[in-house]
C-alpha cells in the first residue's frame, strides 16, 4: 500500500480557525483527526499526544499504524 502525504503550513491564528486547526503538528488520515478530540479547541500552537511513555510531540510509530489501519477496515 502507498500512502500520499502532503504538508500544509499553517501561518497564523485566522488560518487555524479558518482550518479548524488544533495545533501542531495535526495529523490527519483520509481528512480526519484519528488523535483529535471532537470538541478540541482551534489552537495556533503546539500540540502534545498522549503516547504509552508519556505526553510527546508526535504519535508513537504504532499509535500511527494502528490510526491508518483503522481507517482501512
Same mark, same amino acid.
Not at 19 to 36: A, K, N, Q, R, Y
Given at each position: 500500500?502507498?500512502? /500520499?502525504?502532503?504538508?500544509?503550513?499553517?501561518?497564523?491564528?485566522?488560518?487555524?480557525?479558518?482550518?479548524?486547526?488544533?495545533?501542531?503538528?495535526?495529523?490527519?488520515?483520509?481528512?480526519?483527526?484519528?488523535?483529535?478530540?471532537?470538541?478540541?479547541?482551534?489552537?495556533?500552537?503546539?500540540?502534545?499526544?498522549?503516547?504509552?511513555?508519556?505526553?510527546?510531540?508526535?504519535?508513537?510509530?504504532?499509535?500511527?499504524?494502528? /490510526?491508518?489501519?483503522?481507517?482501512?477496515?
Amino acid at each position: 500500500m502507498q500512502a /500520499a502525504l502532503s504538508l500544509e503550513e499553517v501561518a497564523g491564528p485566522e488560518e487555524a480557525e479558518r482550518l479548524h486547526f488544533t495545533g501542531s503538528p495535526t495529523i490527519l488520515v483520509d481528512g480526519s483527526d484519528p488523535f483529535g478530540a471532537a470538541d478540541a479547541p482551534v489552537a495556533f500552537a503546539c500540540r502534545f499526544y498522549v503516547t504509552p511513555e508519556g505526553r510527546d510531540t508526535v504519535p508513537t510509530v504504532a499509535q500511527l499504524r494502528a /490510526a491508518i489501519e483503522g481507517r482501512r477496515r
